[in-house]
């Protein structure tokens, strides 16, 4: 069975170039979903959330959640406080986020080599 994805990022962070250089060293055909210039899909948003959780998806480490004031921080409590900000600020989303198909609801979230060669070899 062929796999194939989508990769759902911002072209600029380190972690999504290093992603799609690791595909293109794979020889893996992905399609690139730029969260700068096409936003983020709501309905795909709700289904990496109940696939990977919220709390998961949203990057708390990153300059975006940072620049947050400690009120806003404190207002991001659950699922639909969470998609809301990250719908308003899609560089808040951990990166990258892959959908792996045939199987729509199999997401990943970040790199990792080892896990996505197991995709690959489903």
Known sequence: M???LTLYGIPNCDT???S???LAAHDVTH???DFKKDGVPPAQLQ???QAVGWE???NRQGTTWRKLTPAEQAAIHDAKSAATLML???SVIKR???EWTPVAEDVTVGFNADVWANQLAR
């Open 56 to 58: 998961k998806l949203l």
């Open 47 to 49: 289904r990496w959330i």
């Open 2 to 4: 062929t796999t194939s």
């Open 31 to 33: 399609r690139f979903h």
């Open 96 to 98: 990258p986020v892959v």
């Open 16 to 18: 999504v170039k290093k």
């Open 20 to 22: 799609r250089t690791w």
């Open 88 to 90: 308003a600020q899609p």
